[in-house]
């Protein structure tokens, strides 16, 4: 069984609607348990960071995510969520990458929406996809690189398109809305072994 992380970010629907299309039955929940003996898990998100680590501190998912041991995908906000520290709302995080998460200069356009290029690839969610491909973005802020980044975007700066540590990953841009490189990436997550 594949857990969709329910909270107040937006884009469950989204995520579960692609796995959909993959013929893979999800949940959509906040439960402790039912997420602890899913197979895998997915932390999708939009939205803002303080309030949704509120949400997630309210129903103890901050303690929980950071222990589970079966591959856990964070998407957007998830990413950022599971970093250590985020400009956004002056947030504390998971701290599972000890990563800054910073906004993009103001001076340029902000947020970065869009198809941009991904590359650099160093994970296996990445198997079968093609070097500097494109991925659809929606943020204002961004990770930094570090020893843990999978795959790297310009956008005013290098940044982290993906990160992985053990059995986390983590993705900037949305897999759900990038077409058949979004589809082979959660094809290939869901392949994945503990």
Same mark, same amino acid.
């Given at each position: @069984?594949? +857990?969709?992380i =329910? !909270?107040?970010?937006?884009?469950?629907?989204?995520?579960?609607?692609a796995?959909?299309?993959?013929?893979?039955?999800?949940i959509?929940?906040?439960?402790?348990? %039912?997420? =602890?003996?899913?197979?895998?898990?997915?932390?999708?998100? $939009?939205g803002?960071?303080?309030?949704? @680590?509120?949400?997630?501190?309210?129903?103890?998912?901050?303690?929980?995510?950071?222990?589970?041991?079966?591959?856990?995908?964070?998407?957007?906000?998830? &990413?950022?969520? @599971?970093?250590?520290?985020?400009?956004?709302?002056?947030?504390? #995080? &998971?701290?599972?990458?000890? %990563? =800054? $998460?910073?906004?993009?200069?103001?001076?340029? %356009? $902000?947020?970065?929406?869009?198809?941009?290029?991904?590359?650099? /690839? =160093?994970?296996?969610?990445?198997?079968? %996809?093609?070097? +500097?491909?494109?991925? !659809?973005? $929606?943020?204002? /802020? !961004?990770?930094?690189?570090?020893?843990?980044?999978?795959?790297?975007?310009?956008?005013?700066?290098? /940044?982290?398109?993906?990160?992985?540590k053990?059995?986390?990953?983590? &993705?900037?841009?949305?897999?759900?809305?990038?077409?058949? @490189? #979004?589809?082979?990436? *959660?094809?290939?997550? *869901?392949?994945?072994?503990?």
């Amino acid at each position: @069984m594949i +857990a969709i992380i =329910k !909270y107040n970010g937006g884009n469950v629907n989204s995520v579960q609607n692609a796995l959909d299309r993959l013929n893979v039955t999800t949940i959509i929940t906040d439960d402790a348990d %039912i997420i =602890k003996n899913a197979d895998k898990i997915i932390f999708p998100g $939009v939205g803002e960071a303080s309030s949704t @680590m509120k949400i997630l501190k309210e129903k103890g998912l901050d303690i929980l995510i950071p222990t589970l041991q079966q591959p856990v995908l964070g998407i957007c906000l998830g &990413m950022q969520l @599971m970093c250590s520290d985020n400009e956004e709302g002056n947030t504390t #995080g &998971m701290g599972i990458f000890d %990563i =800054k $998460v910073k906004k993009f200069p103001v001076e340029n %356009i $902000v947020p970065h929406m869009g198809w941009n290029s991904v590359s650099d /690839f =160093k994970s296996p969610v990445f198997s079968g %996809i093609e070097e +500097a491909c494109d991925a !659809y973005f $929606v943020h204002s /802020f !961004y990770c930094e690189l570090s020893e843990h980044t999978t795959s790297v975007c310009d956008y005013i700066l290098p /940044f982290s398109a993906s990160l992985q540590k053990d059995n986390f990953y983590a &993705m900037q841009f949305h897999p759900e809305k990038s077409g058949e @490189m #979004g589809s082979q990436l *959660l094809h290939n997550f *869901l392949k994945l072994t503990s």
